[in-house]
């Protein structure tokens, strides 16, 4: 009777979960851009982690023979330019809803300055924002969807597929690597991705939760503090639980990049990370 009772529990669960993500796609989810065909070459995602700073010190013969994949503020530091990225990646609202924010307002000079064919992915919710009318012709804008996706696997994996949701998106690497996936890279690796949240936070005296999250690139006082100050809204316990949401949908990325048939690799130094296999750069 037990194990009749646990069965049902779980599939009533899955159940659950398939129709609330239903609802979020019908609720969320925009037309994204198509997916292209497949390709046979290593496309390298550059994560925004500290352990960056030696790649690109030591590592730019190997890091310009491959695709690349830059994220978030990336294009403000001096090795954008040299790197020519493929793509980059714009998730969080923060990009296109801060008027006022010095950070943003260079990171979209810097994006109107390339001089390359280079692909932007940014949300679909965002493709009527006036800010990509800013970039120049050799910038391809493409889309995805933020939509988080859960319950039966027929029904997430079918969603990836079509591009309406994707594992749960709590940090940046996540639409990196779906967007690489949709791109057709039949071989993903990933460095600067070092997710070592955990070892930079602490409490207060005040219980203000404070965490100090460490790029390659230095931020200037003004994004420490704005960082400082979402920080100071959780609770310790809800910090650690967001943070397990990203480390679980790696997870699910390796189920459905397995599936298809994608190697992901994570060459990132002491990287946090366990659901992919390790390698050197």
């Not at 027929?154 to 791109?183: H, Q, Y």
Request: with cysteine; hydrophobic share 40%.
């Amino acid at each position: 009777m037990k194990r009749i009772l646990e069965f049902f529990q779980k599939y009533a669960a899955i159940g659950s979960k398939s129709a609330a993500t239903l609802l979020k796609v019908a609720v969320m989810s925009r037309r994204p851009s198509p997916a292209c065909g497949p390709k046979e070459e290593e496309i390298i995602i550059m994560g925004n982690g500290p352990s960056l700073r030696s790649n690109l010190d030591n590592d730019m013969d190997k890091l310009k023979r491959h695709p690349l994949l830059s994220v978030n503020f990336a294009p403000n530091t001096p090795e954008f330019a040299g790197l020519r990225p493929n793509i980059h990646i714009l998730a969080d609202g923060l990009f296109f809803a801060s008027p006022g924010n010095a950070n943003v307002e260079k990171m979209w000079e810097n994006l109107a300055a390339v001089d390359w064919e280079m692909i932007l992915y940014v949300p679909a919710a965002q493709r009527k924002n006036t800010l990509l009318g800013r970039l120049p012709e050799n910038i391809t804008v493409k889309y995805f969807n933020l939509t988080p996706a859960a319950g039966a696997l027929w029904l997430t994996r079918k969603l990836f597929d079509a591009g309406l949701a994707m594992p749960r998106p709590r940090n940046v690497l996540i639409p990196s690597i779906m967007s690489a996936i949709r791109e057709g890279y039949s071989t993903i690796r990933l460095i600067g991705a070092d997710h070592s949240w955990s070892k930079t936070l602490w409490v207060d005296d005040d219980n203000r939760v404070m965490s100090v999250q460490p790029h390659f690139y230095k931020d200037n006082d003004k994004e420490l503090k704005r960082v400082e100050q979402v920080g100071a809204t959780m609770h310790l316990h809800q910090m650690y639980e967001s943070l397990s949401i990203a480390f679980r949908s790696y997870f699910d990325i390796k189920d459905y990049a397995d599936r298809r048939g994608i190697t992901i690799i994570n060459s990132t130094p002491a990287s946090f990370i366990d659901a992919f296999p390790r390698a050197p750069l």
